[in-house]
């Protein structure tokens, strides 16, 4: 059985935003998008499709999330592809993924921490088994 934990979002005066790098090569076709999930709730997008073949360098997004404070949430990264075998590129690269800028994780929790199927064709999920 899979289980995929949620996390409560700060309060909004706490401006809650949802930070990662990004670098991306896509095929024709192809993109990404950053959903969230409020409670058992259906998945919505919160990002502009990250398109247009290539970024040509890492980028740092900045998702404001203050629509959803307080709420349970789970992060998505999905990746619709027009599955072209014929064209194929590097694909999406997420590193460093911080809520409120905070990006430093206590090592004990870095156990606890899971993005999965790795690799991913579709949708990575985070999973924080533990989140303190």
Known sequence: MIRHTSFILPAAEQNPRLRFWSWFD???????LVQ???GSGEWQT???????K??????????????FSG???????????????????????????SFN????????????IKIYPNP???KAIIDLSEPD
Not at 46 to 52: E, K, L, Q
Not at 58 to 67: A, M, V
């Open 36 to 38: 969230i999930k409020t």
């Open 54 to 67: 290539s970024s040509g360098a890492w980028t740092y997004p900045s998702i404001d999330l203050k629509e």
């Open 120 to 122: 991913t064709s579709d």
């Open 46 to 52: 919160i990002s502009p499709p990250y398109i247009n």
């Open 71 to 97: 709420s349970s949430v789970q992060i998505a990264f999905q990746i619709i592809t027009d599955a072209d075998p014929t064209s194929v590129n590097s694909g999406w690269y997420i590193d460093d993924i």
């Open 26 to 32: 896509f095929s024709a076709g192809d993109y990404g």
């Open 101 to 112: 800028n905070i990006t430093r994780v206590n090592e004990n929790l870095q156990e606890k």
